[in-house]
């Protein structure tokens, strides 16, 4: 399978800034998405990063909050605006290879661990 | 409002016995189930997939797929302290189109015994 790279790993931030994430793919995928997982917790989809148009998001996350971005196939950031203690989480990259119905595995990057003071 | 169940654990078993972990799922129509393997601190890991009914075996692991009673499963045999670890049960939407979301339980944690 191909190789998905985040970066940051981690961060330590100071609430009231912002923070993006980036996701790069070594091969073309037809999907991306971002995830949200707070301690102790299962995964929580926050949008699906779209090529080349806006990328849709989840009940409870809005784009002013969570903007994404998808110049291409292979390469998609998330930015944490305004950030409070509350984000602090780990923010997951995936992606589906498959272009056929969805039924297909998800495979995940390493993750980036982000607290907020 | 599609759900995926499972039992939080702490399921804790000895070095070398089987661990059996369950997931149920509500939507009917489910045709695909991915189980994936979480360690402490790390990002989840694709362990196996199964689409039709039965079993399905890589290695030590095992996927049973029960469609008529809406259950899979994932069996560890001679299980390790290396497989120490939540388990994350998945599934996709029923219809494909450009919604490919995965709906996740909440994980079973796992705790191999030396």
């Known amino acids: 399978s191909a190789v998905i790279s985040q970066k940051p790993s981690r961060d330590i931030c100071q609430r009231g800034t912002s923070l993006t994430i980036q996701c790069q793919v070594d091969s073309q995928v037809t999907m991306m998405f971002w995830y949200r997982q707070q301690p102790g917790q299962s995964l929580t989809l926050i949008a699906t990063?779209?090529?080349?148009?806006?990328?849709?998001?989840e009940s409870g996350f809005v784009i002013d909050k969570f903007p994404i971005s998808r110049p291409n196939l292979t390469f998609s950031t998330l930015t944490v605006s305004n950030m409070s203690p509350e984000d602090s989480s780990i923010y997951l990259c995936?992606?589906?290879?498959?272009?056929?119905?969805?039924?297909?595995?998800?495979?995940f990057g390493d993750g980036t661990r982000l607290s907020i003071l | 409002q599609k759900e995926v169940e499972q039992n939080s654990g702490p399921l804790s078993v000895p070095e070398g016995a089987i661990a059996s972990l369950n997931c149920t799922y509500s939507?009917?129509?489910?045709?695909?189930f991915f189980w994936y393997r979480q360690y402490s601190g790390k990002s989840p890991e694709l362990i196996m997939s199964?689409?039709?009914?039965g079993d399905k075996e890589d290695g030590r692991f095992t996927a049973q797929l029960n469609k008529a009673s809406q259950y899979v499963s994932l069996l560890i045999r001679d299980s390790q302290p290396s497989d120490s670890a939540t388990y994350l049960c998945?599934?996709?939407?029923?219809?494909?189109?450009?919604?490919?979301?995965?709906?996740f339980g909440k994980g079973t944690l796992l705790t191999v015994n030396p």
């Open positions: 995936s992606v589906c290879y498959s272009s056929s119905a969805g039924n297909q595995p998800q495979h």
């Open positions: 998945a599934v996709p939407p029923l219809s494909g189109g450009s919604n490919y979301k995965l709906t």
């Open positions: 990063a779209n090529q080349g148009s806006e990328a849709t998001y």
């Open positions: 199964i689409y039709s009914n």
């Open positions: 939507d009917r129509g489910s045709q695909s």
